[in-house]
């Protein structure tokens, strides 16, 4: 007897990665039109994260054997993720963020500036902005920030605008797979304030989110369970963590806990069980510690702060000096230099579920500084706009 779609999607929505998947979409007709569909497939997204597939700096720089991402990112080896069929002189654009299959692009060069500099200035209001899919070479032209939106921000109180992709709100009506937000962050001297286009309604939303901040800098962005997180540092060098809720739209701040020594920490926000948010970090309370520091957001104690529960340390291999390199599809990205080699670098991942870690990749003396990219088999990725 055959099995109704609705069961087949249920059923489909259990097997645990993408490659099985793909596979799946393989043995009859009717299984590759369930799960084609873009419902389906969004479904997928939120249980499944894709795999991570390399670093994007140029071109890919693919997950290499034996890593299990491998052959999905060997797929990957003919996409042109510069996407130069963007309209306009070469070289005008500039990529400012990746996610769910998508890359996000601003002017690169400032007006009257020197026309051989190909960096942006982080302290320009960018103003345009163009969505891209490089794997269906398509693109979207945004609409320009309005004049009265712009004019909420003064040039000189701007220390940084950080422009990035976030997926649709709850306010959108029906979204679908190829549905998104661009959401424009402007950090001033005393306020942050936020600007959002949605795909949904085809414009810059009316109000911005306002948020005062005063006398703190901010770093290293990261998205886990519809929040966007960004690392502080406040003058008196006290830690916290700015949440951007992307479903409420709504800023607060969180305690980090204290670090294990006198050492400046880089902390990467992850998805923990239960809706709650995870804290990795590198242990360098002594010379040659070789693990990760984990702890858990819990429940807030009577005085409503956020308390961590720490959980077991996740052993690294030896002999390597560690940098976590960023978030995505599901894995933390880290560099490690051999200790009694300095010609190399290793690239490894952490399953943020199994907690395993695995090599990822292999360079020269240098450090490849690029956006992570993840997403599904070329079999399994529609068109995103």
């Not at 491998?70 to 654009?93: E, Q």
């Not at 020594?261 to 709650?276: K, L």
């Not at 943020?352 to 870690?357: R, Y």
């Amino acid at each position: 007897m055959a099995l109704p779609d609705e069961l087949l999607e249920e059923i489909f929505l259990r097997l645990p990665a993408a490659a099985d998947l793909a596979r799946a979409s393989a043995a009859c007709v009717s299984f590759r039109r369930v799960i084609a569909g873009h419902p389906f497939l969004r479904r997928f997204r939120i249980l499944h994260p894709p795999p991570l597939l390399g670093i994007l700096c140029g071109r890919l720089f693919p997950a290499q054997p034996p890593h299990p991402s491998a052959a999905a990112a060997a797929t990957y080896a003919d996409a042109d993720f510069s996407c130069p069929f963007l309209p306009s002189s070469p070289g005008r654009w500039c990529r400012r963020d990746v996610r769910d299959g998508r890359a996000l692009f601003s002017p690169r060069l400032r007006e009257g500036s020197d026309p051989f500099n190909s960096m942006y200035n982080p302290r320009d209001l960018v103003k345009e902005f163009a969505v891209c899919d490089p794997l269906h070479r398509r693109y979207l032209l945004l609409p320009a920030l309005p004049d009265h939106l712009a004019d909420q921000v003064q040039q000189p109180d701007i220390l940084e605008c950080e422009p990035f992709l976030a997926p649709p709100g709850v306010d959108d009506e029906h979204p679908s797979f190829r549905d998104f937000r661009v959401m424009c962050l402007v950090r001033c001297t005393a306020k942050l304030v936020l600007f959002v286009f949605s795909s949904c309604a085809g414009r810059w939303l009316a109000d911005p989110v306002t948020f005062d901040m005063f006398g703190c800098g901010a770093s290293h962005r990261y998205y886990a369970h519809g929040c966007f997180c960004w690392q502080v540092c406040y003058e008196d060098d006290a830690e916290m963590l700015l949440v951007l809720d992307a479903r409420r739209m709504e800023f607060s701040v969180v305690d980090l806990p204290p670090p294990s020594g006198p050492y400046m920490r880089r902390v990467a926000t992850v998805e923990a069980g239960e809706g709650r948010l995870g804290m990795l970090t590198i242990d360098r309370s002594k010379r040659g510690a070789h693990r990760l520091l984990y702890a858990v957001q819990s429940s807030k104690d009577g005085n409503g702060t956020n308390q961590w529960q720490s959980k077991p340390a996740i052993p690294l291999p030896e002999n390597y000096r560690y940098c976590i390199r960023g978030v995505a599809g599901g894995h933390l990205l880290l560099t490690g230099r051999p200790e009694n080699n300095r010609a190399i670098v290793d690239y490894f991942s952490l399953d943020l579920q199994t907690l395993q870690v695995e090599w990822f990749y292999q360079t020269g003396d240098y450090v490849i500084i690029g956006d992570l990219y993840a997403d599904l088999p070329p079999s399994l990725s529609p068109p995103t706009l």
